[in-house]
């Protein structure tokens, strides 16, 4: 069984790589930069596939541009389903963070904060219960670094109150082939005693058409489940 968990922690980990790789990369990616274009509003969706299917979409709004400093905001929403023995869970969850991104020599800072909702149902065996809707406080951090010209350093830690909830990834690229391919691990807790780790490898800032894309694939453990499973991820990613 999977906790409703997996799945939050999984949509903070792809805002939380929208929102530092628009910034780091816009200077020097065709797509997010330039005279002629200068965006404001960047749009994205992603979809992973692990033992469960979580779908999320958002945009990414700036007063000025996405590829300066200055305040920025993000909003989201998403939607889950997964089996817990004969029962399905769905949820629907969706957050508004407010920040500010620090830009230095060597990349990004952004620190954001803001609201988060979560409702839920089980569902199956004939018979369905809506959970109470829930509320609380998001804290969200990120570091995007350039250690090198070839070279992409993320970390990335979010804290919410809705489930007393941690989740942190770190991942590292080389720039090859017109992408930073290599490796990520992402670690999540929260208070009801669940954890999740993720390890595996990632493509970051393929181009396609307007469009801009990660994928990534690798393994992960679950304390609800004894066995390690698979993930796969897609995220997509444009200026408006």
């Not at 979010?158 to 082939?177: D, H, Q």
């Not at 181009?207 to 897609?234: I, K, N």
């Amino acid at each position: 069984m999977v906790s409703i968990a997996a799945w939050r922690s999984g949509r903070a980990f792809r805002i939380g790589l929208l929102a530092g790789l628009t910034s780091l990369l816009a200077p020097a990616s065709p797509g997010l930069a330039g005279a002629s274009s200068p965006a404001s509003l960047l749009l994205f969706g992603s979809l992973e596939a692990s033992p469960s299917v979580f779908v999320t979409t958002g945009a990414k709004v700036a007063l000025d541009r996405i590829d300066r400093e200055g305040f920025v905001a993000l909003g989201s929403i998403g939607a889950s389903r997964r089996q817990e023995g004969t029962l399905n869970r769905e949820i629907a969850t969706g957050a508004l963070v407010f920040g500010y991104q620090w830009f230095q020599d060597w990349g990004v800072v952004s620190a954001y904060a803001g609201p988060e909702g979560m409702a839920e149902a089980v569902t199956g065996c004939s018979c369905a219960r809506i959970l109470p809707p829930r509320f609380g406080l998001r804290l969200h951090g990120e570091v995007w670094a350039r250690p090198s010209d070839e070279t992409l350093l993320t970390a990335t830690l979010i804290l919410g109150s809705t489930r007393a909830s941690a989740w942190g990834r770190l991942a590292w690229g080389y720039r090859i082939g017109g992408a930073y391919l290599g490796p990520e691990a992402a670690l999540y807790l929260d208070g009801t005693g669940y954890t999740k780790w993720n390890l595996g490898l990632h493509a970051t800032d393929f181009a396609l058409g307007r469009f801009s894309l990660r994928v990534s694939a690798g393994l992960q453990q679950a304390s609800a489940r004894e066995d390690t499973s698979p993930y796969v991820g897609l995220t997509l990613w444009t200026p408006w």
